[in-house]
């Protein structure tokens, strides 16, 4: 969810340039069951623009029209939406709606915490009763520092209180710059993920080639900067280089990435294994078997468009722990 939070602060600051006033829609509180899950959240400017989304479409018209007595009072407002009688989605959704006018401070803490890969905290306050909730609101917690998304938010004792903690947005590093690296880029931008693309000097790649990615590292494999690679950063070998590859392992084989993918066969696989373990026999067997290759699942992949689909699914299933299985064959709720 960081991700989309990242983009409302960016989209609240066009408003702001234009004079557009702007309310915050939270999902705060959830009876049975929904779309999205609490936390969820998106922006409402007082031209009719809407950015992000808090159900798969069905509940967004709705928000815009309970929206309006905020802009016109900026009193806080509770409105809840009842998909059991509409939409036979079986949950009851509570929406907290606040005016939304962050101080400057705020952003510029907001960007040093993004470009930091901090973690953050919101505590948005709330009772389940439709109506105006007076000196309701979210408070959020940066770099130490605490904020509200407007100057009538107070503590409130007699409350309850969503409480998230938000960590950096998910990285998706692809090692090699080809073809194929422009397709999962390109996929992984489309999920709100940060990617970063790493190429060697002689590979003559500019960040033109690898449309909106986030950064492009281009350093030898040995000077590859591995400080850069923390728990939230996914890390896919694919330089198509048995020579290259090596080298890279030999530079990432201290790192902890959430996930480690190689391309190409088992048997590639296991040789650039046993000539690492050649190179380097202390190495930390658990870095070996956290090693996903050939990287993807078996979804019977052709194109490069749908193997960066298999491999962007496996990547999901090892962050969220969990199994691939068809939703149909699922014993338990999926949401």
Partial sequence: MTHEFKKIIKEYSIAKLANLKCVLATVVDLDGSSYRKPGV???????????????????EKEVLFQAQSVFENGITKLMTYDGRFRLGCEGLLYILLESFSPEEALITDFKFVIENRKSFKLNTSYIKEYGDLEGYGTFISLNSVTYTFNSSTKEQQNSLHFLQTLEPCQRLLLIGG??????????????????????????????????????????????FPVETIDKNTAVLLMTHSYVKDLKYLMRLKNSKPTYLGILGPIKRREKLLSELLEHDMDIDLGFIENIHGPAGLNIGAETPQEIAISILAEILTVIRKTQPVMLKDKLKSVH
Avoid at 196 to 219: G, Y
């Fill in 41 to 59: 959240r998106m922006l409402i400017r007082e031209d009719d623009v809407m950015i992000g989304a808090v159900s798969g479409g069905c509940v």
């Fill in 178 to 223: 080809e073809h194929d690296s422009v397709q999962l880029a390109h996929f992984g931008l489309g999920m709100g993920w940060e990617v970063n693309v790493a190429v060697t000097p002689k590979e003559n790649k500019t960040i033109a080639d690898f449309h909106s990615i986030d950064r492009l590292l281009d350093f030898e494999p040995e000077e």
